[in-house]
């Protein structure tokens, strides 16, 4: 299966404690991917890790076939920059510009040009249309969560991380915003990987991995609500085993 990042034996340590304890697994191309994990399973560390925002302790990183850890910090900017998406809780729009100033900031402060035709697709499937002369704060939190999700694709990533992208939104906008997700998937290949502490927004993943103690536990094919939240609920308090291999 083709990988568009593949973490192979990664440990994290901040101090005596570890985050991650020999994580391997890839994501694949073309798959919505749900991460999910009691608090302080290390589900956030694996994106980051994975997204080479954080240099594991041990163990490889490796983006669209790069190894990260022979970049310097020049060269694995450029990288992100080039190959991977962000969407976080906080939609980190700037307030004093345009919505569709916003779209377009980060690849003109890359000093790449925006595919100016790309982009209006985007805008268009995500409804966002008579809203680009608006400043962010005229938006609604599922608006603005949309117009980050725009500005994250605008440079054709080959992987999208979001890590919690529903976590301050109502139930309504949080549903609009994980169809956006899985139609980006499913309707244009976008590589999709999503850390959320919700089974009802994993259960819109293709796959989704269970973490526990820095440790990949499972993984689950086409998972239902039901069956995440059962089995977040048995890992609750017991000592787990890592799952083997990687999607």
């Known amino acids: 299966m083709n990988h568009v990042v593949t973490l192979t034996g990664v440990t994290k340590k901040y101090g005596e404690l570890t985050a991650l304890d020999d994580v391997s697994l890839g994501f694949p191309r073309g798959r919505f991917t749900a991460v ?3 608090s302080g399973s290390g589900k956030s560390t694996l994106i980051q ?5 954080d240099t594991p302790t041990s163990g490889s990183v490796a983006i669209g076939g790069v190894d990260v850890g022979t970049l310097n910090e020049t ?3 450029e990288l992100r920059r080039a190959h991977i998406g962000f969407v976080f809780q906080s939609y980190n729009l700037l307030p004093a510009i345009t919505v569709e100033e916003n779209l377009t900031l980060t690849l003109r402060l890359a000093g790449r040009k925006p595919d100016l035709a790309w982009i209006r ?8 249309h008579d809203r680009l002369r608006h400043r962010p704060g005229e938006l609604s939190g599922g608006q603005q969560q949309r117009a980050a999700i725009v500005r994250a694709l605008a440079g054709r990533p080959d992987v999208l991380f979001a890590d919690e992208p529903t976590g301050a939104l109502d139930l309504r906008s949080a549903s609009q915003v994980l169809d956006l997700l899985r139609s980006m998937v499913d309707d244009l290949g976008q ?3 999503m850390v959320t502490h919700d089974p009802a927004a994993a259960a819109r993943a293709h796959d989704a991995l269970i973490m526990a103690d820095g440790r990949l536990v499972d993984v689950l094919p086409a998972p239902s609500a039901e069956d995440l939240a059962a ?3 048995r890992l609750a308090g017991r000592p787990v085993a890592a799952a083997g ?3």
């Not at 890790?49 to 925002?53: N, S, Y």
């Not at 697709?121 to 966002?128: A, D, I, K, P, W």
């Open 36 to 38: 999910m994990g009691p």
């Open 49 to 53: 890790c994975a997204a080479a925002l």
């Open 75 to 77: 060269k694995r900017t």
């Open 121 to 128: 697709m985007l805008v268009e499937r995500v409804g966002l």
């Open 191 to 193: 590589t999709v990987v």
């Open 231 to 233: 089995r977040l609920t």
């Open 245 to 247: 291999g990687a999607l």
